[in-house]
């Protein structure tokens, strides 16, 4: 149906999609995690009420929470200077997408170990996991060895 430029051309669209909306999440969702109000964040998230633990887990859990998000945060901003790079060069693509899937194996991990998550976590774990795919189809043909 599809001739090979064709199906280029569609990968390429589905990989730039799930580019952007990643790294757009990582940009948003970290520096709202980092800067924002964690106790909201955790109750939306998590349906966790930070203010029923004690004192002293309520600070250590938000400032975690607050790190993990820096470096989420970190990750995204550094990804959307770089997309060039991650789309045309191997070493680039490469420290990106073993990140990237860093994260979907510890969502897997989190599966084999805790259980089944809600809803959105298997919406971001399932994203994740295809967006890698797409965005590998779509780069591995253009990388150099820069």
Do not use: C, K, N
């Amino acid at each position: 149906m599809f001739d090979r430029l064709s199906r280029s051309r569609v990968v390429t669209v589905i990989a730039a999609v799930f580019f952007v909306g990643y790294v757009g999440l990582l940009i948003l969702a970290g520096a709202w995690g980092a800067f924002g109000p964690v106790r909201l964040d955790m109750r939306w998230l998590f349906d966790l009420d930070v203010d029923e633990l004690d004192g002293g887990s309520a600070v250590d859990l938000s400032s975690q929470y607050r790190f993990l998000r820096g470096i989420e945060l970190g990750f995204g901003v550094v990804a959307a200077r770089h997309w060039r790079a991650i789309f045309h060069e191997r070493r680039a693509g490469t420290v990106f997408l073993a990140l990237m899937t860093l994260g979907v194996a510890a969502r897997a991990a989190g599966l084999l170990w805790e259980g089944s998550p809600s809803w959105p976590f298997w919406f971001f774990l399932i994203s994740e996991a295809v967006g890698a795919v797409a965005i590998w189809l779509a780069a591995r043909g253009r990388w150099t060895s820069a």
